[in-house]
């Protein structure tokens, strides 16, 4: 009965996904693709994704950038802010090699890995809004998987 009702409490909460995204210097482009998850096209909520603006909330963090200084310290925190089980997914290009803005004396360090665990990169300049929601719901079981468990 136990195994049923953790069951049926893991397929429940993998419907039910959170996610805040930070961006920590970026154009943009990877930010709008985004937002068009949220668009009727895509309609991310569709999948049980709902985004919010507090980390707090959330169980997904999708970062987005380059990493520029004035977020090394920042994103860490924010990273500390969500509860557990959570997992960091990095969106586009830059938060994994500093896409364009990696170049001689630009203040940028990538990647975002060096500051928190990330757990899966979509690559793409910017990738589209199908793969941005693939990748969170590809992870999502894993997060959720006996989530009673991971408590300590
Ligand atoms: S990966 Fe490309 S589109 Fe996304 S923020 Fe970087 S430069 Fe812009």
Known sequence: MTGMLQKFKNAVRSRSIHVAYVDTGSCNGCDIEVLACLSPRY??????????????????????????????????????????????????????????????????NPPASKYIPIAANVPGCPPRPTEIIRAVLSLAPTVFKDYEEKKP
């Open 43 to 108: 309609d991310l909520e569709q999948y049980g994704i709902y985004v919010h603006n507090n980390p707090r909330e959330a169980d997904v963090l999708l970062v987005i950038g380059c990493v520029t200084p004035q977020w090394e310290d920042k994103l860490p925190a924010i990273w500390e802010k969500i509860p557990e089980p959570k997992v960091a997914i990095a969106i586009g290009n830059c938060p994994v090699s500093g896409c364009v803005f990696n170049r001689e004396g630009s203040y940028v």
